[in-house]
């Protein structure tokens, strides 16, 4: 009886094929009904006839009944299969119970700006679901790529080889300070040119920074002002304080301070913002979800100017 069990937990699929073929009395109704071609139904049952070493089916012209000794196993043969079942159900709720993680890598800004709506959406729809948030300006590109984070919002200058689903483009604009005498909705850039300009170097991967710069060389700006911090805020509170403009997205205008005001620039420059993944990194439950949420949060956002052009990739991609 021992061997028997072991054989037969080896394929409960053989046994649950053999109680539905002689539920339907006939090989041909049963290899209609589980989708089977007859020859392959009658392998698998021949299969597990030798394995077994016991006759299970007698062939008749009107179809198929069980043997003496089949009759006998069947309470078994049913046991196995019920049991089966309650295992793969079992399972099936362990693991939609399971603490589930997502780890999303971005820079200080956007997790300010962009994320915490998303997150507060994915925290109430799912209970179950540990979600990590690492910021930083450097290391955001390494960390999709040594999977610490599973994916990462931000510019595209981090996005390097990895897979590029674009969001938002945010335009870029000047900050300069209240009192600074400007008329209109948007600026040029030479008309900055009485003001140092603040070049901020917190982030290397800005795909815009060395542009500026370029336009500050060619419309003759002699006086800079270099700013390393991780903190664009920081630089905002400079321009408060009468030290010059500086240059940043329209992701910024919520924190922009009283003393400060903000023009895009003309003709306009804009940074594209998305989502980087790894190329051979396969997309988890709440990695889709987020992507797809994502999307919908930046179509509603009223301080973004554009959506990204480029075509949104689906989350199921």
């Keep these: 009886m021992i061997l028997f069990v072991m054989e037969a937990l080896m394929d409960i699929n053989k046994i649950d094929l053999l109680l539905k073929t002689i539920d339907c009395g006939s090989m041909k109704k049963a290899s209609e009904m589980l989708n089977y071609t007859q020859s392959g139904l009658i392998y698998m049952i021949n299969n597990l006839e030798s394995e077994l070493c016991i006759p299970l089916l007698t062939r008749t012209h009107k179809g198929v009944k069980p043997t003496k000794e089949c009759e006998e196993l069947l309470p078994y043969f049913q046991q196995l299969v019920d049991l089966s079942n309650s295992l793969d159900k079992k399972i099936s709720s362990l693991a939609l119970d399971r603490q589930e993680q997502l780890y999303i890598g971005t820079t200080p800004a956007i997790s300010r700006h962009m994320l915490p709506p998303v997150i507060y959406n994915m925290m109430h729809l799912n209970r179950n679901l540990d979600i990590k948030v690492m910021e930083d300006m450097h290391d955001v590109s390494e960390w999709v790529q ?168 689906s989350a199921d991609k």
């Design 146 to 313: 040594n999977e610490t984070v599973d994916l990462a919002v931000v510019e595209k200058g981090f996005s390097f080889d990895h897979k590029w689903i674009p969001l938002v483009k945010y335009r870029i604009c000047a900050a300069v300070p209240l009192d600074f005498k400007h008329s209109g909705d948007t600026i040029k850039f030479s008309e900055l040119k009485d003001l140092p300009i603040i070049i901020p170097e917190y982030n290397q991967y800005s795909e815009r920074t060395d542009a500026l710069r370029k336009l500050a060389e060619e419309n003759g700006f002699t006086q800079n002002l270099s700013f390393s911090s991780l903190s664009a805020t920081s630089l905002l509170h400079m321009v408060g304080n009468d030290l010059g403009a500086t240059f940043l997205t329209s992701i910024y205008m919520p924190e922009c301070p009283h003393d400060v005001k903000m023009y895009p620039l003309d003709p306009p420059i804009w940074r594209d913002t998305g989502i980087i993944i790894k190329k051979t990194r396969s997309l988890s439950a709440p990695m889709k979800q987020f992507i797809s949420m994502m999307q919908e949060y930046v179509s509603s956002i009223d301080w973004c100017e554009q959506n990204a052009a480029s075509p949104i990739i």
